[in-house]
């Protein structure tokens, strides 16, 4: 069995902390003892780490070894449209368990009114969730978790994109994208894809379309 990945601010004198709710979880939840295994990350490296000590606010480690770590197979960006809030963070948590690299939540024509101000106030909860997705999933780091704009000032331009390590998904709201909406991204060089003849509700194409992205890097490093 995997052992459990605790994801750290900083590994110093090969000595790491874990503070607030995920030092809690450690200590109540999962009874955690000196002595003890796990995994931590720094967001750079993976090592594994022995408890030394448990108090109420905080388990400290010693590092014992790093580990190896697999670079991610493709860099993806998923552009959202902001949808529901319930339904905005089940898509946080699934992306993030599919190894997305950045979430940006975007407002197009057809988002319900009021959700980019909304969206704004909600970020830093998407990003605790997409914090504890990346533990479970044994991710190096989290998501970035961009900041909620506007469609139109949130895509990048085929200049400002990367290389073939690095996709960008752009993924519309209920209701689909309006004309104007399609020939602006047509106009900055996206690329019009299809997920099929279905209707797929606007949370379910983006973790489609991002595990497809991530199965083909995948598949592709297989052969």
């Not at 368990?97 to 980019?116: D, F, H, Q, W, Y």
Request: net charge neutral; charged share 25%; hydrophobic share 45%.
């Amino acid at each position: 069995m995997a052992r459990r990945r605790f994801l750290v601010e900083y590994i110093r004198d090969s000595s790491a902390e874990l503070r607030g709710e995920d030092a809690r979880h450690l200590a109540r939840v999962l009874r955690a003892e000196p002595g003890q295994q796990y995994e931590v990350s720094d967001g750079a490296c993976v090592y594994l780490a022995e408890i030394a000590a448990v108090e109420k606010e905080r388990v400290i480690f010693r590092v014992v070894e790093a580990l190896d770590t697999p670079p991610a197979p493709v860099r993806l960006t998923l552009f959202a449209a902001i949808v529901k809030f319930d339904r905005f963070e089940w898509l946080v948590e699934k992306a993030t368990e599919l190894g997305v690299a950045a979430i940006v939540p975007v407002n197009a024509a057809r988002s319900e009114k009021g959700l980019l101000e909304a969206a704004r106030k909600r970020a830093e909860r998407w990003r605790r969730i997409a914090h504890e997705s990346s533990q479970q999933a044994r991710r190096l780091r989290p998501p970035e978790i961009g900041e909620p704009q506007p469609l139109l000032s949130a895509f990048p331009t085929h200049a400002e994109r990367r290389g073939s390590d690095s996709v960008v998904l752009l993924t519309g709201p209920e209701g689909g994208w309006t004309d104007a909406e399609r020939a602006a991204a047509i106009a900055a060089q996206w690329t019009p894809v299809s997920l099929g003849p279905l209707i797929l509700r606007a949370e379910t194409a983006a973790i489609a379309a991002a595990g497809i992205v991530t199965h083909a890097w995948w598949a592709s490093q297989l052969e």
